[in-house]
């Protein structure tokens, strides 16, 4: 290819093409916050662009918090229930370097508990993790209810508390709401779906889940 188109045309449009791109994940953004900024102010919630501090949140000991690097939290919403203080906020952090680096994407919700909540990891069953049992990679039964270890992977460092925790009641309730993903450590419960943002429009319902949670389940 010859220098001189290069300088006249390939170089300009890869500069305008990597200016646009930019632009559109600015404008993205921008506009998720003010649809969330507009969503919070629908339901008379506290809005701020900025989420909690990450000092403060990798002090929970929730393992999300404490994976990868370049974290950040943003555009939370503080909700008041009977059972605790909810804040609602997307979350992100990367893993890996250069070619093989990923950004992993959240919206959360964190609830502050009871000092009762023992450390936890709550997720769906799958067939990989079916598999990983066969070859010795075990997780924690509820022998009263096997629908919901059909359903849910329940990890913990202490047995003897996440079984103590998770009575009947909280069993149950999972059993009815399938595809959660919860980590617990004492003071503090996390609730999300999966490893990605939610749509804005999910976010009312998702608050209203975390709100049952915290007063149905957590409480």
Do not use: C
Not at 24 to 36: A, G, I, P, T
Not at 85 to 93: G, K, M, N, S, T
Request: hydrophobic share 45%.
């Amino acid at each position: 290819m010859e220098p001189v188109f290069m300088q006249t045309y390939l170089i300009p449009i890869v500069i305008g093409g990597v200016a646009l791109v930019l632009f559109l994940v600015f404008w993205l953004e921008r506009k998720r916050r003010n649809d969330l900024m507009a969503l919070a102010a629908s339901m008379g919630l506290r809005f701020s662009p900025e989420g909690p501090d990450l000092y403060s949140l990798e002090g929970t000991q929730i393992e999300l918090f404490r994976l990868g690097r370049s974290r950040k939290a943003a555009n939370m919403i503080e909700v008041s229930s009977s059972g605790g203080q909810i804040r609602v906020f997307d979350y992100r952090y990367t893993t890996g370097s250069g070619k093989h680096s990923h950004t992993h994407n959240f919206t959360v919700a964190l609830i502050a508990g009871g000092g009762s909540v023992p450390h936890f990891d709550l997720k769906p069953e799958t067939l990989m993790y079916k598999i990983g049992e066969l070859v010795g990679f075990k997780d924690i039964d509820l022998p009263a209810f096997p629908l919901f270890s059909e359903k849910y992977r329940l990890t913990g460092p202490d047995e003897a508390a996440v079984h103590l925790f998770f009575t009947p009641r909280r069993a149950a309730w999972f059993e009815s709401r399938p595809g959660l993903r919860v980590q617990g450590a004492p003071g503090h419960a996390l609730l999300f779906k999966g490893d990605r943002r939610l749509p804005v429009e999910d976010w009312m319902p998702f608050i209203e889940e975390a709100k049952a949670f915290a007063s149905e389940a957590l409480k």
